[in-house]
């Protein structure tokens, strides 16, 4: 079947303008991850969401950071004024939620702010 | 949080040759993964090892977790092996159950033929 789907593959935006990244998961999984690899922070969890629970949000760098998962499956990350810093690629996956030893990774989408 | 730091940084090897890749961790932990990022960025799941030994094909890895660390094997390596190769901490949270992985920097591993 199909892998984890991230939209766009490559963006690139203007220093303050607002940013919306997609994420498609898998078929039947409930959990579903963000990640953030940047050259100076390596792999950072961002969020977790499990099916209609409260995410885990403990991740997001800053209040510019949101996202949200519309009816357990595609979910869309938004980053708020963009900064520079910002750069790097958004990785999402997903697993099923006893199974999150197994997470399926997306191509990622890889973000310029300039 | 948690500390997570693999070795060597970088290793060059020509086809056919063996490899250990190391990751140290700072605390106790229940979960420990290995990942591989081939050259294009696709992140794949090698293993799920919080302990013991485990193989597939000519990769295996070994987690000690009560000296805190694991090391991955690679045997009659292949260019298809290049990429970088993480080693990640899983932490569960409470609540939502939440899973967390805490990744090392992890080791680029180029294999020239």
């Known amino acids: 079947g199909a892998g984890v789907s991230q939209s766009p593959s490559n963006k690139v935006t203007e220093k303050g303008k607002d940013v919306e990244l997609r994420c498609d998961p898998i078929?039947?999984?409930?959990?579903l991850y963000w990640y953030r690899q940047s050259l100076g922070q390596g792999l950072e969890f961002l969020i977790y969401?499990?099916?209609?629970?409260?995410?885990?949000k403990s991740g997001l760098p800053s209040d510019r950071f949101s996202a949200e998962r519309t009816g357990g499956s595609v979910s869309t990350l938004t980053i708020q004024r963009t900064q520079q810093e910002d750069s790097a690629v958004y990785l999402c996956?997903?697993?099923?939620?006893?199974?999150?030893?197994?997470?399926?990774f997306g191509p990622g989408t890889r973000l310029t702010v300039t | 949080g948690i500390q997570v730091e693999q070795s060597p940084p970088d290793l060059i090897l020509q086809e056919g040759a063996n490899s250990t890749l190391r990751c140290n961790f700072s605390?106790?932990?229940?979960?420990l993964q290995w990942f591989h990022q081939n050259p294009w960025g696709q992140l794949i799941n090698l293993f799920y090892?919080?302990?013991g030994t485990k193989q597939n094909g000519r990769l295996s890895a070994t987690t000690v977790a009560t000296e805190r660390y694991s090391l991955l094997y690679i045997s009659s390596s292949q260019t298809t092996d290049s990429g970088v190769y993480f080693c990640?901490?899983?932490?569960?949270?409470?609540?939502?159950?939440?899973?967390?992985?805490?990744f090392g920097k992890g080791t680029k591993l180029s294999v020239i033929p």
């Open positions: 605390d106790s932990v229940n979960n």
């Open positions: 090892i919080p302990s």
């Open positions: 990640a901490v899983g932490y569960l949270g409470s609540g939502a159950g939440s899973y967390q992985l805490t």
């Open positions: 078929s039947g999984h409930t959990a």
């Open positions: 996956a997903s697993s099923f939620r006893d199974r999150f030893y197994e997470q399926y």
């Open positions: 969401f499990q099916g209609n629970s409260a995410p885990d």
